[in-house]
């Protein structure tokens, strides 16, 4: 089986490598600009080709450029091919089902996405961490054929995902992932107006960030909560709101939104009674 890449990118060269390492076929990428190309082959050791080129020589064609240009680039790479029989388009998207490749379809070709429920910013450790990775693999085809279930079946571990179902398996990964940034920020934002070093502040929070990340790990997501939401304490939760009143506003309706879905998780799991429960709503949501 002849793989090749359409997009010298991170994730191109880095999944190529990674496949190279574990003993496939990767003949080569044909990519937009020369720099990241002529990088890529060198990396790899493998071969530039046009795109029309690549589709020939190849069985399987990882299409591995941004999200946006992903349904382009395919179009006008096969526009020239009657038929795609025996050719597997498949593209590396998070948020994109394999409908984006349509076209191909359309003419004999078998599509998929197949997505590393991993970020991607170095080339060299994304090879080793792909090592790691857990993968979605989804595709329009009634069946996942024997070619992709050899690159299945090297992973460490990967999951089916529907295609109708796409945006919401990348709005949970853009959660788990993006927004512990957000979260993050926030705590930073508190201790820098306090003039702690931001720096400073998260390697001093870190061990409460792990050991929350832990807690998780262990008991599962309804048994972890600690804190002042958790005991029932209002007082704690005023002081933190007066704080609001005395220093900046920046954040005021972030904590109290997080609060109020705190709130939700804590019924949920019945954490606390009902009547505790209803005074710390009103505490969060009276200004
Ligand atoms: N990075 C991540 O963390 C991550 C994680 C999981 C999945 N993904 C997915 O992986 C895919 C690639 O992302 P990436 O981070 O590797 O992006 P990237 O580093 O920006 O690479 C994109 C590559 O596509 C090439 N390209 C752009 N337009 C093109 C065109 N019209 N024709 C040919 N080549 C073109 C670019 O060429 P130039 O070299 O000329 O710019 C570049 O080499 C995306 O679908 C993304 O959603 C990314």
């Known amino acids: 089986m002849k793989i090749g890449f359409i997009g010298a990118g991170k994730v191109g060269t880095s999944f190529g490598k990674f496949l190279i390492n574990k003993g496939f076929n990767v003949v080569g990428y044909s990519s937009r600009g020369k720099t990241n190309l002529e990088n890529t082959v060198k990396f790899t050791n493998t071969k530039k080709f046009s795109s029309v080129d690549l589709i020939n020589e190849c069985d399987l064609i990882f ?17 020239s091919f009657e038929k795609l029989v025996n050719k597997t388009f498949i593209h590396m ?3 994109h089902s394999s409908r984006l490749l349509m076209n191909a379809y359309e003419k004999g070709a078998k599509v998929y996405s197949l997505h590393p429920l991993q970020s991607v910013s170095s080339i060299e450790n994304a090879v080793k961490d792909f090592s790691n990775s857990v ?15 050899k690159i299945l079946d090297i992973l460490k571990s990967y999951f089916k995902i529907d295609s109708d179902k796409k945006a919401i398996y990348h709005m949970a990964a853009s959660v788990f992932s993006n927004y512990l940034n957000t979260l993050m920020d926030f705590g930073l934002e508190l201790t ?4 702690i070093d931001k720096k400073f502040a998260f390697e001093a929070m870190k061990p409460l960030i792990y050991s929350s990340l832990k ?14 939401l958790s005991r029932g304490d209002v007082n704690t939760i005023k002081t933190h709101l007066k704080t ?18 705190t709130m939700d998780y804590i019924e949920k799991n019945g954490i606390l009674d ?12 009276e200004k």
């Open 135 to 149: 993968f979605s693999i989804e595709t329009i085809n009634e069946e996942i054929d024997e070619n992709i279930q």
């Open 63 to 79: 299409l591995t450029v941004n999200d946006d240009s992903i349904k382009s680039v395919l179009d006008e790479s096969i526009m």
């Open 244 to 261: 609001y009143e005395e220093n900046n506003k920046n954040f005021e309706e972030f904590y109290r939104f997080m609060g109020l879905r």
């Open 93 to 95: 998207s998070g948020a």
């Open 274 to 285: 009902e009547t505790k429960i209803d005074e710390l709503r009103n505490t969060l949501e």
């Open 192 to 195: 820098s107006s306090l003039d």
């Open 215 to 228: 807690n998780i790990e262990n008991n599962g997501v309804e048994n972890s909560l600690t804190g002042p």
